[in-house]
């Protein structure tokens, strides 16, 4: 009896998942995106339970053989919100989450679900019939996925990607992520003028602030 409500359980936990295989793979395939799911243990675990199912692993492998796909990853790798996403990782306060997730049954009970779940063996088991898989076998017949990977360098989307660095707006969204508190998490306190009030000017103690206009 307990072996079926767990079942039942996990079952419902996959269902619930609120992110569909196209979702995860899009993610996964965004350097911004990706690192955003590394420090959540929620969208980890929503992630992990997509992963385990055959159809990301085909729309993964589909986006794989599509060069714009890698132009969009370069694409995001610069801009400016990369810098933002991978900060993360140097917030406290990201590791607090992984500390309280794994003291916490449920992420363990949630990340288990897919394993417990006998549709996703049978996803598995016919995955080797299923079109999607098929059609990418029949790609390398097919003349217009080489001729898309020879036209890939004089795509109008890889010339302008070519041309970024010399656009002087670059550097400047670079910068002014760098500069803005907001990138660091908690340590960008350290960076930021109004954390420290009184003591970045020491003379304004003997200026009173003027009052405020009625």
Do not use: C
């Amino acid at each position: 009896m307990k072996m079926i409500s767990a079942l039942v359980l996990a079952m419902i936990a996959t269902a619930a998942s609120a992110e569909t295989p196209e979702q995860t793979a899009a993610n996964l395939l965004d350097p911004v995106k990706a690192a955003h799911i590394a420090a959540d243990p929620k969208a980890a675990v929503a992630t992990m339970t997509n992963l385990m199912d055959p159809a990301t692993t085909m729309i993964l492998m589909q986006k794989g053989m599509d060069p714009a796909t890698f132009t969009k990853m370069m694409q995001a790798g610069m801009s400016p919100d990369i810098l933002k996403a991978y900060m993360a990782f140097i917030d406290p306060n990201m590791y607090m989450k992984w500390l309280a997730a794994s003291m916490d049954p449920n992420f363990y009970t949630a990340a288990m679900a897919p394993l417990m779940n006998p549709n996703m063996y049978m996803k598995w088991l016919g995955a080797p019939l299923d079109p999607r898989v098929l059609q990418m076998a029949a790609a390398p017949l097919n003349p217009n996925m080489y001729m898309n990977w020879a036209m890939a360098p004089v795509a109008p989307a890889n010339l302008n990607m070519m041309m970024a660095p010399l656009n002087p707006n670059l550097y400047t969204q670079w910068a002014g992520a760098a500069a803005d508190p907001k990138t660091y998490g908690t340590w960008g306190g350290f960076i930021n003028p109004a954390t420290y009030g009184n003591i970045a000017n020491p003379f304004a103690g003997f200026f009173p602030a003027a009052p405020a206009a009625k």
